[in-house]
């Protein structure tokens, strides 16, 4: 059993900054994402990348303000949150893929395994 702990959740005013991090507990690791869920919705994909080839995936509504990396070695994923805006105010959920994708990188069902979630706050 994989285990995800996610961390550097909390609270910050619109146009602020914060950096989310997520250290699995195995280093077969064959992507990493990160999906966000608000209140009274459903959970949606945020970002992800490819653990080998290092390629980056995005939703359109956070493209240019996050940016998701990876450290191999602690087998820990980020994600900075730059310019961030009330809208993005959610549980933040991080998973990982460790066996190739049998879908595509943006749906939960690529994932085997899930973070219990962090939740991010943005104050107009």
């Known amino acids: 059993q994989v285990q995800l702990v996610e961390s550097g959740g909390g609270l910050v005013q619109a146009g602020g900054s914060l950096r989310l991090s997520c250290a699995a507990s195995?280093?077969?690791?064959?992507?990493m994402g990160w999906f966000r869920q608000a209140p009274g919705t459903g959970r949606e994909f945020v970002a992800a990348?490819?653990?080998?080839?290092?390629?980056?995936y995005y939703t359109n509504s956070v493209k240019g303000r996050f940016t998701i990396s990876r450290d191999t070695a602690k087998s820990t994923v980020y994600l900075q949150m730059n310019s961030l805006k009330p809208e993005d105010t959610a549980v933040y959920y991080c998973?990982?893929?460790?066996?190739?994708?049998?879908?595509?990188?943006?749906?939960?069902?690529?994932?085997?395994?899930w973070g219990q979630g962090t939740q991010v706050t943005v104050s107009s």
């Open positions: 998973a990982v893929a460790t066996n190739g994708l049998g879908y595509p990188v943006a749906v939960e069902p690529s994932y085997e395994y």
């Open positions: 195995t280093f077969s690791v064959y992507a």
């Open positions: 990348i490819l653990w080998s080839r290092d390629n980056t």
